[in-house]
DNA sequence: CGTGCTTGCCTTACGGCGTAAGTCTTACGT
DNA sequence: ACGTAAGACTTACGCCGTAAGGCAAGCACG
């Protein structure tokens, strides 16, 4: 009703800008999508947009949040479908279930080409992108994986998806206080993960990730996967 | 020598303006290299720069191609030294091989995180990442693996290491004529290689990566790798 | 029925970016 | 000694994100 009431004297809405902003940064790039053409693009001044959003960051990040959101809808849509709330399903292997997800994810991000370089540019993702990691846990997690190798193996899956630029920090993260309970709200396996790995650390709270670890441990994964490939030719996907 | 006749008169070398850029955006980040920063740390006014370098990208250019050389000194010196040249030497295993390189690759971009980020941005790589690239596909073919093979193997690997944000691009590369011919040149190996990755294409010419291809191959890759760990945590790296 | 406040959009302006165009200075070759 | 051209400088343009404030329309309230 509130929407309604203010649709007659404003034209600009949160949502609107962001998906015009979606629009923008398809069709002409992410350099593209700058204050003014977005206004334009509303038929409105540059300056008007901050009266619905803090600043450009603010429209990234909610963009992107939108993205995961279409993501969602694309892992449901391309989900085997359980109709009834039924109890044991046949349930698929974990790593095809994994793979789907990616897949989907993948699938959604073919058409916003320029998302990975925000995801790399900025920083915490939001909850739309923890729901989205949050089922690639839960996945592993009913796959039988620890925590541990569920850990690596995001590491090792982010950069190949989501385009993470590698860890090339070094910082680790340290996230803040309240976060992790907060989080467990919105990706409860996510949660427990980041839980468990880090009370595992033994210096505990400030560098729980190892990037250099990671890095070789997904290193590792694709050389390994590349010998076996090399000395048995029949191997499944080499086409 | 004239070098040092320019010395005198010139402080502004092309060089000594790729290593300030260089430094500059180690040290302030890729944000922080604007030209009027790099000009001021240089003792000189900003426009005096495009009397040595046409533009900002050829500046990139230029310094992406000397931290491969730096790249390639860090791999000769991790090189386990073969003195003398020597015919027959214990030849490690390829995947060991490989791995040394791309480490000593890493080592490189930790001093340098700005790399990938301007690596993603830009399209033909300069010699000096031809060899490297080369280096890496002539220890895997040394190791007896198929170009085929090889080829999806830098894909695999490109991801992860030099941060390619992914082939999102749909392009498919169709490399300009001579391109070949001058590439064997400088990486024999892996003009080699595309020489007969081309070849193999029905299609030929146009469109001979597919990147859905390649990805569900990395993705493959890692998801068998990781099955297998959980399945025998006793395997290698999962420290 | 005013009247004043809030909301939403617009106008103007600032500092910073890459760089096009033109000017001055300097050191060399003759 | 002097013309010349290379190399640095000056100025200026059109972008960018956004800070600061103006102005009109609709609502709450006397």
Redesign the interface.
Known sequence: MAETDRATRSRLTRGGILRAAIALADERGLDGLTMRALADGLGVEAMSIYHHLPNKDAILDGAIEEVFAEIAAETLASAPAVPNGAAVTPAPAW?AA??AR??AA?RV??RH?WV??VL?ARGAPGPNAARHVDGIVAAMHD????Y??IH??LH??G???Y????E???DGGELPAGALEQLAMVAPNLAAMLAEVVHDDPDSTLGWCDDQ?E????????????????AD?SL????
Do not use: K, M
């Open positions: 790593d994994v793979g990616i897949l993948r991000l073919l080409p990975p370089w790399n796959g039988g994986l620890a541990d190798l690596h193996a090792a899956l950069s190949r998806v385009g993470y630029v590698q090339l920090s070094d670890t890095f070789e441990f997904g290193l590792d994964l694709l050389l390994d996967g590349l010998v076996r490939r090399a030719p499944p996907p080499v086409e």
